[in-house]
Nanobody, 122 residues
């Protein structure tokens, strides 16, 4: 079991940037693939980006390609989501999660953080 804590959310104007962090504790972070999900009010939770154990393979939702970058520093047990050119549609609670292997479905992720709110104003 690994415990995850997200940070870095906040209020930003459209076109701005934020970097989310996901601090892991407990089991070794590097044995897990990592994903960032988001959930807006009234919408289903969706995968934004994911990366494998070493950060060498990444996946991005079409809606964030070219704007968001997922990365991880296993030595620091921390994952990141760099978000640029933010849009009001990016407003959501963002969650990090881990999975035994890189996957695009939420059901495959078995450790979740509590989430951090990102609000993008127009």
């Amino acid at each position: 079991q690994v415990q995850l804590v997200e940070s870095g959310g906040g209020l930003v104007q459209a076109g701005g940037s934020l970097t989310l962090s996901c601090a892991a504790s407990g089991r070794t972070f590097s044995v897990y693939a990592m994903g960032w999900f988001r959930q807006a009010p009234g919408k289903e939770r969706e995968l934004v980006a994911a990366t494998d154990r070493l950060g060498g393979t990444t996946y991005y939702a079409n809606s964030v390609k070219g704007r968001f970058t997922i990365s991880r520093d296993n030595a620091k047990n921390t994952g990141y989501l760099q978000m640029n050119s933010l849009k009001p549609d990016d407003t959501a609670v963002y969650y990090c999660a881990t999975s035994p292997r890189l996957n695009t479905t939420a059901g495959s992720y078995n450790n979740w953080g509590q989430g951090t709110q990102v609000t993008v104003s127009s």
